[in-house]
């Protein structure tokens, strides 16, 4: 087994692209049986009530928020609200694609974790690979190798990647602060995690 470290980062990330592209081209042509079911994400599962974190309702989650971080959470919603039914491409997505969900082996990868398995835009699926990385001074490195990787088997329009940035960035604070709720350790840095989003949200709106 080859280790992660022995090989960049940013060449990883273009193999983590091209394997899950491959994935989707099979899912493409697959008819899933009457009984499968999975979570929709949609506009209503990432800012409504339909989500329980820890053991917190998306609601009460909410409610939690610091007015700051709410009003500006509540801000990318109206956005999203007018951007996702314009971009093409949904399908059956693992949802929480980075590279801690990956296990490469040489040329290889398979991917782990797939809770979060479920339908919605594909371009959300490479925001939450790239996202933890977005306020990184090497972060073009590896957008771009993501996208190189994708783009060699399928073309997507990346215009509203930093939406889906911030739509990932509200989504990891909400489910942050209701295990808060019942994780000492998350509650002991949830100001912090409220601060970085704060950040995360000037940077992707100077873009």
Not at 23 to 37: K, M, N, Q, R, Y
Not at 58 to 65: D, M, T
Not at 91 to 110: M, P, R, T
Not at 161 to 187: E, H, K, M, S
Request: aromatic fraction near 10%.
């Amino acid at each position: 087994m080859t280790a992660v470290n022995a090989v960049p980062e940013v060449h990883l990330m273009k193999i983590l692209a091209g394997s899950r592209l491959t994935v989707v081209i099979s899912l493409d042509a697959w008819t899933p049986p009457p009984d499968f079911v999975r979570i929709r994400w949609d506009h209503e599962t990432f800012f409504g009530d339909i989500m329980v974190y820890g053991e917190t309702p998306a609601a009460e989650c909410w409610r939690l928020l610091p007015d700051e971080v709410h009003a500006r959470f509540r801000a990318v919603a109206a956005r999203l609200a007018d951007i996702m039914p314009r971009v093409a491409g949904d399908g059956l997505i693992h949802a929480d694609l980075h590279l801690g969900n990956a296990i490469f082996q040489g040329g290889d990868v398979k991917l782990i974790d797939f809770d979060d398995c479920g339908t919605g835009p594909r371009l959300y699926e490479l925001a939450v690979a790239v996202w933890e990385l977005r306020d990184r001074p090497d972060y073009p490195a590896y957008r771009d190798a993501l996208l190189d990787g994708y783009r060699a088997r399928r073309e997507i329009d990346v215009t509203h990647l930093d939406d889906f940035i911030a739509l990932r960035q509200v989504a990891f604070d909400l489910w942050y602060t209701g295990t808060a709720q019942v994780n000492p350790a998350f509650a002991a840095r949830l100001d912090q995690v409220h601060r970085w989003s704060l950040a995360m949200l000037d940077l992707v709106a100077k873009h």
